[in-house]
């Protein structure tokens, strides 16, 4: 049978492909492809051969997509060709040969064109505004220009309204965006940059508390605002406003429900092995737990060591970040959690995939899938 597929042929370049498919084997269904979703993230580094992938080429890919079934192969059973399915990680391929136990019945009443969003759907999340200026590390080349400001991280009052009001429209509502108490999350990287666009600690207030209001106006039960801790001279609005001083501890006068960390670099000496980093850690957990009127979420970064955006070696690297420290990382977190009932079982991880700073989950030539593999041990493989 004749399909035709997008082909990654080379860095940077698709084009549409003919290719022939075969009957399904045992085991498979034959399905032909409705809708299917390319990934912003993952497939979009495939296809620019970004150093984060094995770099070959031609490459075909798939995520997420609807699809009918059309055949069936030996073995199978539960399905008939007429139905209609999701289909992880099926090709961008007009026809499909893919294992039975990587298909889902679509219910009744979900469009086609919903369905396939649901491998990128199904996972809830938060935003966290990254206010800081935005310089150019983003290429290596310019690694030496740490002055340049392609723009600011403060924003006058007006840019904060615009901006939040996006993002009540455009994510809030969303049927997997992570809610506390019904309300969604919303975390804010830099506070004092905050109160430096909106001129001080009493317009932040003012703001945050606009901030609120139109949550609730929107249709919302309301906001939960979150910040991220630093250390204890950063995360401090002094001289913020003239004489005042508010540190991290009363920053729930500013509106804020909770915070937690972004990366150990923030706060702890990350030059030495991980696991002298986590003692460290661990000691700021409970100093924070002791000190703080409001929640702390426990967070666990997987490692630090930002050279890949650098020319000229930078100092500070994190050591042993091997998946069996990440996994006692990840139990202490998963400890302190469950000895705080009274708060949802959060945890941050830094990150997903933050390549140039050497702290990431996805798989890799080093470890292969050693830090998910940790994940899976510490939250889904308990006796």
Same mark, same amino acid.
């Given at each position: 049978?004749?399909?035709?597929?997008?082909?990654?042929?080379?860095?940077?370049? !698709?084009?549409?492909?003919?290719?022939?498919?075969?009957?399904?084997?045992?085991?498979?269904?034959?399905?032909?492809?409705?809708?299917?979703?390319?990934?912003?993230?993952?497939?979009?580094?495939?296809?620019?051969?970004?150093?984060?992938?094995?770099?070959?080429?031609?490459?075909?890919?798939?995520?997420?997509?609807?699809?009918?079934?059309?055949?069936?192969?030996?073995?199978?059973?539960?399905?008939?060709?007429?139905?209609?399915?999701?289909?992880?990680?099926?090709?961008?391929?007009?026809?499909?040969?893919?294992?039975?136990?990587?298909?889902?019945?679509?219910?009744?009443?979900?469009?086609?064109?919903?369905?396939?969003?649901?491998?990128? !759907?199904?996972?809830?999340?938060?935003?966290?505004?990254?206010?800081?200026? !935005?310089?150019?590390?983003?290429?290596?080349?310019?690694?030496?220009?740490?002055?340049?400001?392609?723009?600011?991280?403060?924003?006058?009052?007006?840019?904060?309204?615009?901006?939040?009001?996006?993002?009540?429209?455009?994510?809030?509502?969303?049927?997997?965006?992570?809610?506390?108490?019904?309300?969604?999350?919303?975390?804010?990287?830099?506070?004092?940059?905050?109160?430096?666009?909106?001129?001080?600690?009493?317009?932040?207030?003012?703001?945050?508390?606009?901030?609120?209001?139109?949550?609730?106006?929107?249709? &919302?039960?309301?906001?939960?605002?979150?910040?991220?801790?630093?250390?204890?001279?950063?995360?401090?609005?002094?001289?913020?406003?003239?004489?005042?001083?508010?540190?991290?501890?009363?920053?729930?006068?500013?509106?804020?429900?909770?915070?937690?960390?972004?990366?150990?670099?923030?706060?702890?000496?990350?030059?030495?092995?991980?696991?002298?980093?986590?003692?460290?850690?661990?000691?700021?957990?409970?100093?924070?737990?002791?000190?703080?009127?409001?929640?702390?979420?426990?967070?666990?970064?997987?490692?630090?060591?930002?050279?890949?955006?650098?020319?000229?070696?930078?100092?500070?690297?994190?050591?042993?970040?091997?998946?069996?420290?990440?996994?006692?990382?990840?139990?202490?977190?998963?400890?302190?959690?469950?000895?705080?009932?009274?708060?949802?079982?959060?945890?941050?991880?830094?990150?997903?995939?933050?390549?140039?700073?050497?702290?990431? &989950?996805?798989?890799?030539?080093?470890?292969?899938?050693?830090?998910?593999?940790?994940?899976?041990?510490?939250?889904?493989?308990?006796?």
């Amino acid at each position: 049978m004749d399909a035709r597929a997008i082909v990654f042929d080379r860095p940077g370049h !698709a084009e549409l492909q003919s290719c022939a498919v075969e009957a399904p084997k045992y085991g498979e269904v034959q399905i032909k492809m409705n809708y299917t979703v390319v990934s912003a993230g993952t497939e979009y580094a495939f296809l620019m051969g970004s150093v984060n992938t094995a770099g070959n080429f031609p490459r075909k890919l798939g995520y997420s997509a609807s699809a009918e079934i059309i055949a069936i192969g030996d073995g199978v059973t539960g399905y008939k060709p007429g139905d209609r399915v999701i289909a992880y990680h099926g090709k961008h391929q007009s026809i499909n040969n893919i294992p039975v136990d990587k298909v889902y019945p679509i219910p009744d009443g979900v469009s086609d064109t919903d369905a396939a969003f649901t491998e990128i !759907a199904c996972m809830k999340f938060y935003l966290m505004w990254a206010n800081h200026d !935005a310089g150019v590390l983003w290429d290596k080349r310019n690694s030496r220009d740490l002055d340049t400001v392609v723009w600011q991280g403060s924003v006058d009052r007006a840019e904060f309204e615009r901006a939040m009001s996006r993002v009540i429209e455009k994510y809030f509502k969303l049927p997997n965006y992570y809610t506390i108490d019904g309300k969604p999350v919303f975390m804010i990287y830099d506070v004092p940059k905050l109160a430096e666009g909106l001129g001080g600690i009493e317009q932040t207030r003012d703001a945050l508390n606009w901030f609120r209001e139109a949550c609730v106006k929107a249709g &919302l039960k309301g906001l939960h605002l979150q910040f991220t801790m630093w250390n204890t001279s950063f995360t401090n609005l002094s001289g913020a406003d003239g004489s005042k001083t508010v540190p991290a501890e009363k920053f729930g006068s500013l509106g804020f429900d909770s915070c937690s960390h972004y990366q150990y670099v923030h706060f702890a000496d990350i030059d030495r092995d991980y696991a002298d980093v986590l003692c460290d850690v661990e000691k700021e957990w409970k100093r924070l737990d002791a000190s703080l009127p409001f929640p702390y979420f426990p967070h666990v970064s997987v490692g630090w060591d930002n050279n890949p955006r650098f020319i000229d070696f930078r100092p500070g690297v994190m050591k042993n970040c091997t998946p069996q420290n990440i996994e006692k990382a990840l139990r202490m977190a998963k400890a302190y959690a469950d000895s705080h009932p009274s708060q949802p079982p959060l945890i941050t991880v830094n990150s997903w995939n933050e390549w140039t700073e050497t702290s990431y &989950l996805e798989p890799d030539d080093l470890y292969g899938y050693g830090y998910l593999d940790a994940v899976q041990k510490v939250f889904l493989n308990q006796d």
